[in-house]
């Protein structure tokens, strides 16, 4: 059995889940990865984590599934014997105006965004209070912060994982367990490939885009660095808010 250290990334085919499982296993932990059914990514970042030294396992599961998130906690406790830290990061779009929003877009991006937090979190928390350590890392956005038009079920499910956040930070800061939250800007990923990004570029203050690895050592920071930082919400979005 390995000593390391174990993470469980979700939606960590591709993106930016995927730069925090290889900056995580960078860091030496060991792996669990999940996906929503891209196998090919899914394997080549296993392929990836796997070239690091460290044991990784993909589960491929929908994490808007209650069952399915408990099913799958429960095969990478067998799998790697514990959790230290969980990156709820899996997360989609259903864009459109708030007058033309389906009743389906908007279940399917707060079901995904952000009751899968309360999925893949609960089955989690007992073993991590038995532990008496865990760090908890949310994926939200600026725009959970922010708001933006076009994006009331994404804004209010990732404005949803900020209260989330705080909440069992408060709850679990007495067992020794962090929770905090990502707010990233702008990343280059395939969930923002379609936008028009020139003219976002001229009002972010570093003038770029961020890049999945800019989130990624963000997470490291939060799960081996941060052992005193617990119930924020770090924006890492190039100063576009200021
Ligand atoms: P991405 O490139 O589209 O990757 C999404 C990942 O989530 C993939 O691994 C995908 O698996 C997985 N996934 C999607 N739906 C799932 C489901 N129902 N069950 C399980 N896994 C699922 O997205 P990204 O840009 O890396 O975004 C990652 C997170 O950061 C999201 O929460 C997003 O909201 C947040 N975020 C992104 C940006 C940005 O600018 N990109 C900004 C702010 C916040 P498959 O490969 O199998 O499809």
Not at 12 to 19: E, L, N, Q, V
Not at 50 to 60: D, F, G, H, I, T
Request: hydrophobic share 45%.
């Amino acid at each position: 059995m390995s000593e390391n250290k174990v993470a469980l990334v979700t939606g960590a085919s591709r993106g930016i889940g995927k730069a925090c499982a290889i900056e995580l296993a960078k860091a030496g932990y060991d792996v669990a990865i999940s996906y929503a059914g891209n196998d090919e990514a899914a394997n080549n970042t296993i392929e990836e984590l796997k070239s690091l030294n460290v044991n990784a396992k993909a589960y491929k599961f929908n994490v808007a599934d209650k069952d399915a998130c408990a099913k799958a906690v429960e095969e990478v406790l067998a799998d790697f014997s514990k959790i230290d830290v969980l990156v709820n990061n899996a997360g989609i779009t259903r864009d459109g105006l708030f007058m033309r929003m389906s009743a389906e877009n908007w279940d399917a991006v707060i079901n995904t965004n952000l009751s899968s937090a309360f999925y893949m979190t609960s089955p989690i928390i007992r073993t991590m209070i038995k532990q008496r350590s865990g760090c908890i890392i949310n994926m939200s956005s600026i725009v959970g912060q922010y708001g933006n038009a076009g994006q009331a079920n994404y804004s209010a499910a990732k404005a949803g994982l900020i209260g989330f956040t705080k909440s069992l930070a408060k709850e679990l800061g007495s067992r020794n367990i962090r929770v905090n939250a990502i707010a990233p800007g702008f990343i280059q990923t395939d969930m923002t490939k379609d936008l028009d990004t020139e003219k976002m570029v001229e009002h972010i203050p570093l003038k770029r885009l961020g890049q999945p690895e800019d989130i990624a050592k963000t997470v490291k920071f939060l799960a081996e660095d941060a052992t005193y930082i617990t119930g924020q919400v770090i924006g890492v979005d190039g100063g576009l808010v200021i």
